[in-house]
């Protein structure tokens, strides 16, 4: 390191917040990385604190919003996540994507290439219909950004919003972390890719 990189992590996202402090200052990344990576994630794992603490996670779809600085996603009006919610408004935030393993000489020192955010924040349901409305449509231009609203489809409609809840979260905080080694790592290797378990599609193939 030089004099001119100054001291490891000092720009890492979330430094200042022990939520999202990172034990790996050199693996944590800054808050441009975080949001460029928020951008790109397909899905990801909503954890929210629910009767009796008991913690539930929820995989969704989502979208980030860059200048709300916010998360929305939505799922049906009933249900744990939106009992959850109504009862504790701390909720969390998480997406990831892996890379190549590792091997090593000792079993110990296995390891693998990773990237990943984790946001903490304030959990809401969005009872505003404009703001609803909008967040719906956000998530479907980030998933089908080449169909157009109104003429390749019906636009969401009033019936149709409520029977939906949008959750919107607050970020308070975050921290995205890397780990990516040379390309000719020795040994490296790609899992193969988790098979789908759709059979209905598979049957015909």
Known sequence: MTDTEGPVGITNAGRHDARSSVRRRDRGKEDSWVRA?????PFGFFATVGKDGQPFLNSNLFVYDEEQHCIYLHTHRIGRTRDNIAMVEKVAFSVAAMGRLLPASEALEFSVEYAGV????????VDDEAEAK??????LNKYAPHLVPDRDYR???????????????D????SGKQKEVEADFPGAFDLPEL???????GAGQ
């Open 134 to 139: 909008s967040a719906l449509q956000a998530l």
């Open 155 to 169: 636009s969401t409609t009033n019936e149709e919003l409520a029977r939906t809840a949008v959750y919107r979260i």
């Open 171 to 174: 970020v308070e905080t975050w």
């Open 195 to 201: 098979p789908i378990p759709f059979p209905e599609r």
């Open 118 to 125: 984790v946001a903490f924040g304030a959990g809401q349901i």
């Open 37 to 41: 990576f928020m951008a790109r994630a």
